[in-house]
């Protein structure tokens, strides 16, 4: 197996259990069989985003999801608000463009989150807003939306509220039920940690009845289609899915299930506070707004002097420790620290080790050891 730790905010490292239920025989997905565990795991799905509807699974990564979100629940023509601070902000936007929808950008500034007031002072500007995008945690910056007080300004509009939680879903606190979530979606390879590829989304009453009413301008992500599908006995999906992801789901569910939602969260809470803390140890700075920042990745400044390739090549190439770089004009300025999926002390400690011998390496820091041992102290 590869040795290198995957330290992303996705992919992230796929546990031998997932591994191993993916190697089962494929089976035909038009059989009892395939219904069997395509049920179970929409219904284990469901539980994680803690929501009474039905989830579907999409073969497609994370963007896939997005794009259905939008798609099918908001028509040509109609205005929707995107919420943009960051890359994933920016992508439901520029989707929404392609779909011939009219945008209207809320812009945060990037590794800020924005507030339930200016969402409201948008909603109330413009009663021609069908719905909203929000990212809950934006990985490019490392910032958490706090979705759960958007959710309680959403009540009082009619406005959809549509959340990617791609990078927070079983991580952070996310309850599609409570917050009054319309449109909720996830993809596999972030804190679900399994294999990248597919896709999941579930959808409130009232965003089925937007359904209802959008002309369908998407094929391959048509809902309509997939709830006829999905209606069927045994269930099925409306194309050939990925028989392989949906057993790599399934297992990875389970995992989520057997640790408890609560407790998973907790741990990634855990991790993101001592990955913060390491990162002040070593001298550096977050890039995020410490209050809104990550449960799931860390953003940080890159020190003056070195380069992006020096960095994070040596983390690497030298230490083994994979992580990630900044995007646009972020790019060379931060790097971010993934603590995704199943994360603890074991590899924050390799991590901070490798960041320490890297910078000392480099002449940035004189004490290497100084991350390693602030996450010891986190974790005692
Ligand atoms: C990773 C990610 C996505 C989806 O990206 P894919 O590459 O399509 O899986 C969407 N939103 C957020 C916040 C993400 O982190």
Known sequence: MNDILLMLPGPTTVHPRVLNAMSQAVVNHRSAKYGEILTE????????????????????????AM??????????????????????????????NTHGIESKELAVEWGTAVTP?????????????KAITVVHNETS???????????KVMKNYDA?????????????????????????????????AAPPGMAAITLSDDAWKAVDKVETNTYYLDMKAARKSGDKTPPETPYTPSVS?????????????????????????????????????????????????????????????????????????????????GQDHLKGNIFRIGHMG???????????????????????????GAGVASIAESYL
């Open 41 to 64: 795991t929409t219904e284990l799905m469901s539980k994680v985003f803690q929501t009474p509807n039905q989830s579907y699974l999409l073969t497609g990564s994370g963007t896939a």
């Open 160 to 192: 959809l509220y549509i959340v990617d939680t791609v990078s927070s879903l079983a991580g952070d606190e996310v309850n599609v039920e409570k917050f009054g979530i319309d449109v909720c979606l996830t993809g596999s390879q972030k804190c679900l």
């Open 117 to 129: 007031e200016a969402i409201k002072e948008a909603l109330d500007a413009d009663e021609d807003i």
């Open 67 to 96: 794009e259905a979100g939008i798609a099918n629940t908001v028509a040509p023509g109609e205005k929707i608000l995107n919420v943009v601070g960051g890359k994933f902000g920016e992508r439901f936007m520029k989707i929404a």
């Open 245 to 325: 992801l949906t057993y790599a789901m399934n297992e990875a569910l389970k995992m989520v299930m057997e640790e408890g939602i609560d407790n998973r969260v907790a741990r990634h809470h855990k991790a993101a506070n001592a990955s913060v803390k390491a990162v002040k140890a070593l001298g550096l700075e977050l890039f995020a707004d410490e209050a809104v920042s990550s449960a799931t990745v860390t953003a940080v400044k890159m020190p003056e002097g070195i380069t992006d390739s020096d960095f994070r090549g040596t983390t690497r190439d030298k230490y083994g420790v994979e992580l990630a770089g």
């Open 342 to 368: 199943n994360i603890s002390y074991k590899e924050l400690t390799q991590t901070f080790a490798a960041i320490g011998m890297t910078l000392k390496g480099l002449g940035v820091i004189d004490d290497a």
């Open 141 to 151: 910056t490392g910032v958490a939306a706090p979705i759960k007080e958007i959710g």
